[in-house]
């Protein structure tokens, strides 16, 4: 089946670095997104892109839809402490049963003040 | 009140016994999901729902068994636990004609002793 690959697993960063995540698929998607887990709660959507070679853009952070349509990287910058949690980046292929996303294991950050 | 509700937040259970993890949503999405998050693995989907009719096997569905009583509430049950079933468990639901994505739940952390 797809598989969305991020790593590492985990990544440690000072306050006010800039952070960039990749997810790379050996299958294409349609939509990519990413998402962040804080402690204790569930996945939230930080941004969604829809077409190949999309640069979007949410305050701090930019995400990019790779022009394979395999790939997408999402930025951090000037990180701070409420940053930490854990990142995913997610797959869509299409509609109908196809609609269903693919996760990625997730990368989990670190802030350090 | 959260757009997407799961009851019980924390739950500790015995092998053997059967427990339900209730999941109900004031979004009006047809689509609904259970998902499994265990450290390192991400998040894996136990079984999803496309409408009331409609129930789905996810990757990991064997131990486990969904009820979907309308198209507000989608229950997870666990027959009979076992202590590998430990983990944080997550409902969510999607509508792709609103766009894409899902809404998670907060979660719910079973412990199966």
């Known amino acids: 089946g797809q598989q969305l690959n991020q790593s590492p697993q985990s990544m440690f960063i000072q306050e006010g670095e800039d952070v960039s995540m990749n997810c790379t698929s050996s299958?294409?998607?349609?939509?990519w997104l990413w998402y962040k887990q804080e402690p204790g709660e569930g996945p939230v959507l930080l941004i969604a892109?829809?077409?190949?070679?999309e640069l979007t853009s949410n305050g701090r952070l930019t995400a990019q839809f790779g022009i394979t349509r395999k790939d997408s990287f999402l930025n951090i910058s000037a990180s701070i402490p409420s940053d930490v949690g854990i990142y995913f980046c997610?797959?869509?292929?299409?509609?109908?049963?196809?609609?269903?996303?693919?996760f990625g294991k997730g990368i989990t950050l670190s802030v350090r003040p | 009140d959260a757009d997407v509700t799961q009851t019980p937040r924390n739950r500790i259970t015995k092998t053997g016994k059967r427990i339900m993890l209730e999941c109900s949503q004031t979004?009006?999405?047809?689509?609904m999901y259970w998902y499994r998050q265990d450290p390192g693995l991400g998040l894996q989907l136990i079984y999803y729902?496309?409408?009331?009719?409609?129930?789905n096997k996810g990757e990991i569905s064997d131990g486990y068994s969904v009820s979907r009583q309308a198209q507000a509430k989608f229950s997870l049950s666990l027959e009979s636990a076992i202590p590998n079933q430990t983990a944080l468990y997550f409902c969510?639901?999607?509508?792709?004609?609103?766009?894409?994505?899902?809404?998670f739940g907060s979660g719910t952390r079973l412990t199966v002793v």
């Open positions: 969510a639901t999607s509508d792709p004609t609103r766009g894409y994505g899902y809404t």
């Open positions: 299958s294409i998607f349609n939509t």
């Open positions: 892109l829809y077409k190949a070679g």
């Open positions: 997610a797959g869509q292929l299409g509609y109908g049963a196809n609609s269903k996303l693919t």
């Open positions: 979004k009006g999405h047809d689509r």
């Open positions: 729902s496309f409408d009331v009719k409609d129930i």
